[in-house]
């Protein structure tokens, strides 16, 4: 076993040199393209109709790949992941070949689920947008915050120690809120909460185009409310014991980039730079099919047509990471999510 490990981590290194997908830690799948809320900072309800999703014989046929790959985790995200009727079917599909599971999910039918989770899914992200009535409000759900409170509950009565976090956009709406939303979080009995802000100018989240000025605005904080912004930041910051125990995810200095980050947007400085190897050690297949080197970037191929190393070494993809700079590339440069896993950082 340690003589695979070291030997994984060698093809780690070798992919960051070689732009040629040796070894792939991370893959997302998107069971299900529909989801089960109306979330104003996303698009992806607006396609429900058209609904998509992953088969036992999709995730099947991913099998050979993911082990030739040395593939530890696949994140389930969406959408939302729980409608695929068959989801546990999938989960249990990969759980044989020992990979491990997160679901991210919107909380609403976790509580029904609650066993099902527990014995398939390794742990769970959950979305928070605020206390009962701003979470309910941005969702446009009535309930949803007490549906996922029941869903916490549920799963905490079963099992204690059951690894629960909590993401949370941040954005006009809830900046205000910043504060709530953490004492939310630790009312509910989440283990830990993480913070990013809202993409605005992406394709990405079913926008069919990039969001216009106007819709932007529902979204950005405006000029005027920046120095607000950052007050408030300073203000969560203040509080130690939350990053001393870890439960805000990020350092304060990532919590100051999402200030930074909207106040780019005016031109008071320049975005974050992120530091990001997604596409060299990870790849999003979706509900139809489509993989796509991260959440942002164009899709590159399709699991139904051709193999996922087939795609992910094609002569495009290849060339697109060999020539990829986050510094200057458009999409990288306003990207509001990165990953960066070192070729020794370990997933299980």
């Not at 605005?200 to 529902?218: G, I, L, Y």
């Not at 904080?221 to 001393?244: H, M, R, S, T, W």
């Not at 990020?250 to 974050?272: C, M, Q, T, V, W």
Request: aromatic share 8%; with cysteine.
């Amino acid at each position: 076993m340690i003589g695979q490990g070291l030997f994984h981590t060698f093809k780690r290194y070798r992919t960051l040199q070689t732009h040629q997908i040796t070894a792939l830690p991370v893959v997302i799948l998107m069971p299900h393209s529909a989801c089960n809320c109306r979330c104003v900072m996303c698009d992806i309800w607006k396609d429900n109709k058209n609904l998509k999703q992953l088969t036992e014989r999709d995730v099947e046929g991913l099998l050979t790949n993911l082990k030739q790959l040395g593939t530890q985790q696949v994140l389930m995200s969406g959408g939302e992941a729980l409608l695929n009727a068959n989801f546990f079917g999938l989960c249990r599909i990969l759980k044989k070949q020992g990979i491990k599971i997160t679901l991210l999910s919107t909380g609403l039918s976790i509580k029904r689920h609650a066993l099902d989770i527990i014995q398939w899914v390794d742990d769970l992200i959950l979305s928070l947008d605020g206390d009962e009535s701003l979470h309910d409000a941005i969702r446009d759900i009535p309930g949803a915050f007490k549906k996922l409170k029941e869903g916490v509950e549920q799963i905490r009565s079963i099992e204690p120690a059951y690894p629960i976090t909590a993401r949370t956009v941040i954005h006009r709406l809830n900046f205000r809120n910043w504060q709530t939303i953490i004492d939310a979080a630790k009312n509910i009995g989440i283990n830990q909460v993480s913070f990013l802000p809202a993409d605005v100018s992406s394709h990405a989240f079913n926008r069919q185009t990039a969001w216009s000025e106007p819709r932007q605005n529902e979204i950005l904080p405006g000029e005027n409310e920046l120095a607000e912004l950052y007050q408030i930041v300073e203000a969560v910051i203040a509080d130690k014991a939350n990053f001393d125990n870890q439960f805000i995810a990020e350092s304060p200095e990532k919590l100051h980039d999402i200030y930074r980050y909207y106040a780019a947007f005016y031109g008071l400085n320049a975005f974050p730079f992120k530091k990001c190897n997604a596409p060299w050690v990870s790849a999003v297949i979706e509900a139809d099919g489509s993989v796509r080197p991260c959440f942002f970037h164009e899709a590159t191929g399709n699991i139904r047509d051709s193999s996922l190393a087939q795609i992910l070494n094609s002569e495009a993809s290849v060339n697109f990471r060999r020539t990829l700079d986050m510094g200057t590339n458009p999409t990288c440069v306003k990207c509001v999510c990165s990953l960066n896993l070192s070729p020794l950082a370990k997933l299980n």
